[in-house]
């Protein structure tokens, strides 16, 4: 069990009130811990803190305006003493875009890159001292702190389709893994990458009575593979799902690192000419 979940320790979750980030709202709340939820959606917070019942408490914000943050801030030292075990930069949100036709709107490409990047970054500006504060100042030996951040596989193999989102995941995991290297002397604090797979929330397309398909997994199952990483002291935390597993993530990851290495054209495992090389390369044992 990671030392972060237990009793009395705190949580800061951006889109806590849906999906993933209110999973692991529940996830917290079931160890005992108190939780902050910041989202934008008024209703979905309203049915949340319902859900969550008194150990949680609700923020309406929208990550993406840093004089938002200053609220939060002054939430989590007003609730918690300043005081946060998990921060979850998880708030995220995905709309078609593309270069030309539907989707080559400039408003959906900020707005993406406005919530799924600088949502993350004013994050970390604005909590970070907090976390780094408490966890340098406390006295007591078994003291942790974990910084998750949510990216996308998209972020990783940038598959064709929706360059703005990609873009944006791809822009948080370097920040994750800059944010890792920067905090590697404070050993009581860790950063994670949440990469889910496929998982079945609004952003996914579940709702309005959808039933769910077989291949997605379900937000409780993302988030106790996280916290089983997290256990592990992972950084990465890349979630398998119900059509892909473990292995084919790994081969896919490889691959699309390997078009820079060996001089293949982007995307290369969508093109024509490189659907048998790629083929055989999923296959090989
Ligand atoms: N569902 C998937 O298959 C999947 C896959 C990979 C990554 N992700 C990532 O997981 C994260 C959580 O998404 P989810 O799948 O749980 O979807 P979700 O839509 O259920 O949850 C996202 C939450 O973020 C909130 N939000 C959106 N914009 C906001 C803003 N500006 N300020 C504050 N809150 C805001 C929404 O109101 C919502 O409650 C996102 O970062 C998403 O990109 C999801």
Not at 8 to 18: D, E, L, R, Y
Request: glycine fraction near 12%; charge should be neutral; hydrophobic fraction near 40%.
């Amino acid at each position: 069990m990671s030392a972060i979940f237990k009793k009395a320790n705190t949580a800061v979750i951006t889109g806590g009130a849906s999906g993933i980030g209110l999973a692991l709202a529940q996830k917290c709340i079931g160890y005992g811990m108190r939780v902050l939820v910041a989202d934008w959606d008024a209703q979905a917070l309203g049915k949340a803190g319902e859900t969550l019942g008194s150990a949680a408490s609700t923020v309406r914000m929208d990550v993406s305006k840093l004089e938002d943050w200053s609220g939060l801030k002054d939430r989590v030292t007003k609730e918690f003493g300043g005081q946060i075990n998990l921060l979850a930069l998880n708030a995220g949100v995905s709309a078609k875009t593309a270069f030309d036709g539907e989707g080559a709107d400039p408003a959906a490409f900020q707005r993406i890159l406005n919530v799924n990047f600088l949502g993350v970054v004013n994050g970390i500006l604005t909590l970070l001292p907090l976390v780094k504060e408490k966890a340098t100042a406390t006295t007591t030996s078994d003291y942790k702190a974990a910084i998750v951040i949510t990216g996308s596989k998209q972020g990783i193999t940038n598959p064709p389709g929706n360059p703005a989102y990609n873009a944006s995941k791809a822009a948080v995991k370097s920040v994750a893994e800059q944010l890792s290297f920067d905090l590697r002397g404070l050993s009581n604090v860790n950063t994670h990458l949440l990469v889910p797979g496929w998982t079945w929330t609004a952003l996914a397309g579940a709702g309005s009575g959808r039933e769910k398909p077989e291949g997605p997994w379900t937000p409780g199952q993302v988030v106790d593979y996280l916290e089983a990483k997290m256990g592990e002291g992972r950084f990465w935390v890349v979630c398998p799902d119900n059509d892909v597993d473990e292995e084919t993530d790994r081969r896919r990851m490889v691959w699309a690192a390997g078009d820079a290495v060996e001089g293949r054209p982007p995307l290369s495992r969508w093109r024509e000419e490189y659907k048998g090389e790629f083929g055989e390369w999923m296959g090989r044992k």
